[in-house]
Nanobody, 120 residues
Framework: QVQLVESGGGLAQPGGSLRVSCAASGIVFSVFTVGWYRQAPGKQRELVASITSNGSTGYTDSVQGRFTISRDNAKNTVYLQMNSLKPEDTAVYYC??????????????WGQGTQVAVSS
């Protein structure tokens, strides 16, 4: 039974901060590449940040310098620290974990999402 559970969303003011978490069970989370995606109403889902099993990170331009992705393998958890929040960051944030074995098997899991709203 594989589960990804996001938490930590909520309402923040512009310029404020939130940290969302993605906790995994049923997998060795440390070997997965994990991405945070977001989807705003009427918009395409976009990849916000990602982190690989070796700790390499990547960010979309709109959040670079403001958001930080990290992982705590002992807790099977990946975090997204969001600072200097803007109204444009309002979206449902989803956690995704992906893995492909050398034998060609693919694994892809999604969490249920957590709502982030940025408004004054």
């Amino acid at each position: 039974q594989v589960q990804l559970v996001e938490s930590g969303g909520g309402l923040a003011q512009p310029g404020g901060s939130l940290r969302v978490s993605c906790a995994a069970s049923g997998i060795v989370f440390s070997v997965f590449t994990v991405g945070w995606y977001r989807q705003a109403p009427g918009k395409q889902r976009e990849l916000v940040a990602s982190i690989t099993s070796n700790g390499s990170t990547g960010y979309t331009d709109s959040v670079q310098g403001r958001f930080t992705i990290s992982r705590d393998n002992a807790k099977n958890t990946v975090y997204l620290q969001m600072n200097s929040l803007k109204p444009e960051d309002t979206a449902v944030y989803y956690c995704n974990a992906g893995f492909r074995s050398l034998g060609g098997l693919k694994y892809d899991y999604w969490g249920q999402g957590t709502q982030v709203a940025v408004s004054s």
